[in-house]
């Protein structure tokens, strides 16, 4: 009687640990399907806004320092991407190839610079292409 007791205690333990190992994968494959579509996203953003701008993508996608005009798209598409997606500043600087910090810098920046009429407008119409081009994938 406790031969089988012992041999059932290690099949449930077996039982669960790979349980939990199914859990896991799919944990990590869901993670995975996210940083995919945020990667995703962003990329179609920084297409948005060069097409909106008439800007290379290619200039925002650089990794190292740009003129003033690109650096501001730049923090523009950020802006636009954490805003309208919802993605936290890690994932948008996954997304854009930066660090979540120059994220949170380009997003308070944006938010500053909102105060003038004009700035507000080109962030306005950059926030409405996004909204509008990814109508059906954006969460109630």
Same mark, same amino acid.
């Given at each position: 009687?406790?031969?089988?007791?012992?041999?059932?205690?290690?099949?449930?333990?077996?039982?669960?640990?790979?349980?939990?190992?199914?859990?896991?994968?799919?944990? #990590?494959?869901?993670?995975?399907?996210?940083?995919?579509?945020?990667?995703?996203?962003? #990329?179609?953003?920084?297409?948005?806004?060069?097409?909106?701008?008439?800007?290379?993508?290619?200039?925002?996608?650089?990794?190292?320092?740009?003129?003033?005009?690109?650096?501001?798209?730049?923090?523009?598409?950020?802006?636009?991407?954490?805003?309208?997606?919802?993605?936290?500043?890690?994932?948008?600087?996954?997304?854009?190839?930066?660090?979540?910090?120059?994220?949170?810098?380009?997003?308070?920046?944006?938010?500053?610079?909102?105060? #003038?009429?004009?700035? #507000?407008?080109?962030?306005?119409?950059?926030?409405?292409?996004?909204?509008?081009?990814?109508?059906?994938?954006?969460?109630?």
């Amino acid at each position: 009687m406790g031969t089988t007791s012992a041999i059932l205690v290690k099949r449930q333990d077996a039982a669960r640990e790979a349980a939990a190992e199914i859990d896991r994968t799919a944990k #990590d494959l869901i993670a995975e399907r996210r940083r995919d579509e945020v990667v995703e996203r962003c #990329d179609a953003v920084i297409d948005l806004m060069a097409a909106l701008f008439g800007v290379p993508s290619k200039e925002l996608r650089r990794l190292g320092r740009t003129g003033n005009d690109i650096c501001r798209l730049r923090q523009i598409a950020m802006y636009v991407a954490h805003v309208v997606f919802r993605f936290n500043m890690s994932e948008v600087g996954r997304g854009f190839g930066r660090d979540r910090t120059t994220v949170l810098y380009a997003c308070h920046t944006v938010e500053d610079l909102r105060d #003038d009429t004009d700035f #507000d407008r080109i962030v306005a119409l950059a926030e409405r292409v996004a909204i509008a081009a990814f109508r059906d994938k954006l969460e109630g």
